[in-house]
């Protein structure tokens, strides 16, 4: 599948890639995938591993896809674990994503189905058999491909969401037409100023957060677009309408402390699947990330997804969604 995507000046006269589901245009013909037009650093930038030992005489994948205000950054390495056991696996870049959260303005739900869509036809073209591997948002995304294309081995969910964290959240489709920005870094939440300083250490590790010179700078690094955000309840909303239908094997892994996605979200997904190959781990004292190396737990986690990949091979045929 490929699709021409047509850039047009925002409000501030900057490139962006949709928002207002009127500026998204795509066409079928030669297409690229997303390039941003904002700096993007090299690890946060779209991946494909390609095997150099292989499972057997058929080609295996993994689609990873990552979740809102995320990017490839975040699967590198457990991508590189699977691609070492002999796994394709490629991680597209979602428009809007890989730098700062205000690139998120104005891009539509839309134009992150398009680019997991386009995700998903490169990596069934290389090849025989392919997996999907979700995180957060990501894994509505990986229930929307698998229910709309089939052909799909297995699903495994990282932290998947079903229900806005925040109840407020959903205020977002009338608040967007009269406050542009959200500033989290405003907000009175210990837990939210705490997010906001691990977001922005994790894009940069070596900012002087507590400097003067960039305290003058958070309100603009850090503010997200309202838009943004009401996009994102867009895709919770149409998850809702996906899971039911998700009728492959699936793996889901959640974390006891996560606040983003807590793990009543995982429980309740798993209790909407259809199919009988379907298991729920929920780790104690883990959180959103549970696959990135600062937890303790990512090992086991990326062992597991690795077993159950392997396990699903045993099938003479593939599993698709109904």
Known sequence: MNRHVVIVPDSNGEDCRTGRE???FAARGNLMPFKPTYAVQAERLP???????HLGERR?????????????????PMARFLNERGFFVHCPLLPGHGSYPDKLYRVSHRAWLAEAEEAYQLARDACDDLFILGHSMGNVL?????VKFG??????????????????LRLTKYARF????????????????????????????????DSPEFQEQLPQVSRVPISGMYEMVRMIEMGRKLWPRLDVPVRIYAGEEDNAAPPENAREIFNLLPG?????????????????PFEPIHMTVWQSVNDFFMGQLHHKEPLTAK
């Open 22 to 24: 009127p500026l998204y």
């Open 47 to 53: 991946y494909t591993f390609t095997p150099t030992i």
């Open 60 to 76: 295996i994948g993994v689609l990873f896809l990552h979740g809102f205000m995320g990017s490839p950054l975040s699967s590198r």
């Open 142 to 146: 990986a229930a929307h491909l698998t």
């Open 151 to 168: 052909n799909v081995r297995g699903v495994a969910m990282l932290a998947p969401v079903i229900d806005v964290p925040d109840p407020r």
């Open 178 to 209: 009269f406050l542009p920005w959200y500033y989290p870094h405003k907000s009175k939440r210990e837990s939210m100023q705490q997010l906001v300083r691990e977001r922005v250490l994790d894009f940069d590790p070596s900012i002087d957060f």
């Open 276 to 292: 009988r190959d379907k298991e729920l781990t929920v780790y104690p004292d883990v959180g959103h990330e549970l696959m990135r």
